[in-house]
């Protein structure tokens, strides 16, 4: 070995001698640390009670407002507006005037039709008349049988002649109610299309305003068909109900189930349900998307809020609190409602569940609960 290698390694002992002189006083403080350090923790965390209660089974969709009686108001008769009757968006009750047609020319012809009336009833008189003559000269033997036969028979015309001038004049009398256009039933009519003077006439196009019943209405939305056996039972049993939500407003009404399509649809797997609101304060209005809530039925179960329970590769788990130290408990959930996810497996009700803090826990972690906030 040469000299010049001897020299290297000398120094390179020597460095490292001089190292392991300076850092002795941070390797004697660690171990000491090491032997005087608590051997287990205590974790803050925040608990909560896995509580058992009555939990509804229910289903999520979008629904539509829609109303139970629509109509759209037309003319059944070729005239002008006189008078409009109501503000546009107004609240109308059943039997309200809306519109006022012309009615001149058919009460011209009504006035015509009841003189022709009163003739023919006039010339049936006087052929009753002479019928009577013709029957008590035939007694006496004045007169022949071919003019009392003749008699009758014009009293006969006469008389038919007057049953078909009756039902023309009361067909014209149904012409003349055409012009006086009253709401059907109750809702909010539309803005008027028509305004006084207008023509109108039955093959328009354009309706003269349309009504909407607004109370009650329904709401149309579409559920799995694998809800459809339990919403038929529930239906039966008349457990089933429907909450329909304005979003963004957190407005709602209440109602049940009024109708199930007897059809599932093949290309999507959903059938169309449609629940019926009373909707009194006009909460929902025709043409709405809403959020609506379909529960079949409720059923007691254990639930806890969703963030207590963890995943892992073996499953769902939470952190039960046993005398001041936390276990992992494997649990099953069938389904989260409202921010609390159902239990079917692993809990039974009443144990203090960790529902913030995991990160730091383990089995055999001692845990402490965190004090609560003011106002929390």
Known sequence: ???????????????????????????????????????????????????????????????MVTPISSVALKSRLETTIVSVHFEDGARVNEGDLLFTLDARQIDAQIEQAEGNLARDRAQLAGAERDLNRYNELIGKGATTQVNLDNAKTQADILAGTIRGAQSALDNLRVQKSYTIIRAPFPGRISAANVKIGNFVRPAD?????????????????AVPQRVLGDLRDAMKANTASVTATIPGSGRSEQGKVAMVENTVDATTGMVTVRGIMDNDNETLWPGTLVNTRLTVRTEEAVTVPTVAVQRSQSGNFVFVIRDGVAHVQHVSVSRTHMGESVIVEGLAGGEDIVTDGQLLLSEGTKVEPRSRKAGA
């Open 1 to 63: 070995m040469t000299k010049r290698r001897w020299i290297i390694i000398a120094i390179v002992l020597a460095a490292g001698g001089f190292a392991a002189y300076e850092l002795r006083p941070y390797w004697s403080d660690k171990h000491t640390a090491t032997k005087t350090a608590p051997r287990s923790r205590v974790v803050a965390v925040d608990a909560a009670k896995a509580v058992r209660k009555p939990v509804p089974i229910d289903v999520d969709a979008i629904g």
């Open 205 to 221: 196009t354009a309706p003269l305003a349309t009504i909407n019943q607004m109370a009650p209405v329904y709401v149309t939305f």
